[in-house]
Each structure stands twice: as C-alpha cells, then as structure tokens.
C-alpha cells in the first residue's frame, strides 16, 4: 500500500531533550515535507526536500532541522524542544518533475502528536 | 503576502441539504488551487484540485469546488450532503511556478453534517 509512515504517533517530552520524529514514504517521491498543525493557524510549513541532500526552510524552521540522505526518509529533529513546539506535526511527499510540479498532490502520513513540558 | 482565508471556522448543515465551504486566496499569478479533507485522529486526504480549464471541478466522494477568478475563490460545494462528510476541510493553494514547493493552507473548516 503506497503511504507516508510517521513515527511516534504520540510522544510526551520535557524542554530540552533532543528528539527525532521520522518519516518514511513507499512512493519513490522526489518532494517531501513537514508541517505543523495548530488549533486556528492551519498548517505550516517547516521544512521540505526537493531530493536527496536538497532541503530549504518552509515558514517556521526555528528549533527544528532535517535531513534528506535516502530518497524514502526524510526526520523531523527537534535538538532541544520548548513548549511552544507542542503541536501535532504531518510528513508528506508528493511526486515532483518537470513543468507543473506545485500541481502534484500530497499524501500524507497519520500524524504525530508531541507534547513538551 | 500570499494567504488563503477561509472564513467559517464551522459549518452546519442538514443531511441531504447542499453544503459549501468557503474558500479565497490572495496570491499572484494564477495559483494551483486545493482541498484537503482531515478525519479524527488521520492525515489530510487529497479531495480535489484545478490547475486550469473548467471552472468546476469535481474530486472524490462527490464533492465539486467552483473557481471564481475575479473574486480569487474556490469553494467547496456537494449538492447532498451525508453524515459520514463531516469532518475538517482545508483550503490550500500553491503559485504556478516550476520548482516552488510552497502550499499555503487556510486554517480550516469543521463541516458538522447532522442526521
């Protein structure tokens, strides 16, 4: 089945202690990304990878980095959370090319719920 | 700047009545255009798109969006609406451009379908 894997689901931390969120996808895509999802905001996006070793910040970075070594993964690190990370955080890939890329379609992983305390 | 605005954080409606989802968009150029559906505790699923062409587009589960150039919109409509449709709905737009990877999503709609 072709899908986006996220990894924890849910994960409580406290302030400070360096964690990875990671993200896994089957499709052979090119592009993928990583958002944050909070009440009244939508989502925003952190970081996304264009390929392999080809990354650039979305709308909020600060406090997160990522790396994109292999094409199917590409983490989310947090190297010391705060709260006002607390947040539920989507990875999601879509195809990239040539000509109409911004048109591909995302698939998105399940989520993963952080809590920093 | 470029936004997307949808300006219902919540919409009620009947089952079997019509529903729309309101959606517009402040960015240059011709944008591609988008709508996402989120169910409890899952990802966001892809529901439809326009790139250009037709005004009306029609996506999965029987829902259609209608773009309006002139008033940078594209709501979401289903003419019956079920039970099973409520869920949140987001509105997403990314610029016509090759090489830029930048979705902008509005922050969303609870649809509320009730029996």
């Known amino acids: 089945e072709a899908q986006v894997t996220q990894n924890p689901r849910y994960l409580i931390t406290v302030t400070g202690k360096k964690l990875t969120v990671t993200c896994s996808q089957n499709?052979?895509?090119?592009?993928m990304s990583w958002y944050r999802q909070d009440p009244g905001l939508g989502l925003r996006q952190i970081y996304y990878?264009?390929?392999?070793?080809?990354?650039d910040k979305g709308d909020v970075p600060e406090g997160y980095k990522v790396s994109r070594k292999e094409k199917r993964n590409f983490p989310l690190i947090l190297e010391s959370p705060s709260p006002n990370q607390t947040s539920l955080y989507f990875c999601?890939?879509?195809?990239?090319?040539?000509?109409?890329?911004?048109?591909?379609?995302?698939?998105f992983g399940a989520g993963s719920r952080l809590t920093v305390l | 700047a470029q936004s997307v605005a949808q300006p219902e954080d919540q919409v009620n409606v009947a089952e079997g009545n019509p529903l729309t989802v309101k959606c517009t968009y402040s960015?240059?150029?011709?944008?591609?255009l988008f709508w996402y559906v989120q169910y409890p505790n899952r990802g966001l699923q892809f529901l439809l798109k326009?790139?250009?062409?037709?005004?009306l587009v029609k996506g999965s589960y029987g829902f259609e969006a209608e773009f309006n150039k002139s008033q940078t919109s594209f709501h979401l409509k289903k003419p019956s609406a079920l039970v099973s449709d409520s869920a949140l709905y987001f509105c997403?737009?990314?610029?016509?451009?090759?090489?830029?990877?930048?979705?902008?999503f509005g922050t969303g709609t609870r649809l509320k379908v009730l029996a």
């Open positions: 999601a890939s879509s195809l990239s090319g040539q000509g109409h890329s911004g048109a591909n379609v995302l698939t």
């Open positions: 499709m052979n895509h090119e592009y």
């Open positions: 990878s264009m390929n392999v070793e080809v990354t």
């Open positions: 960015v240059s150029g011709n944008p591609y």
């Open positions: 326009y790139i250009t062409g037709d005004n």
């Open positions: 997403a737009v990314s610029p016509q451009r090759s090489g830029t990877y930048k979705y902008i």
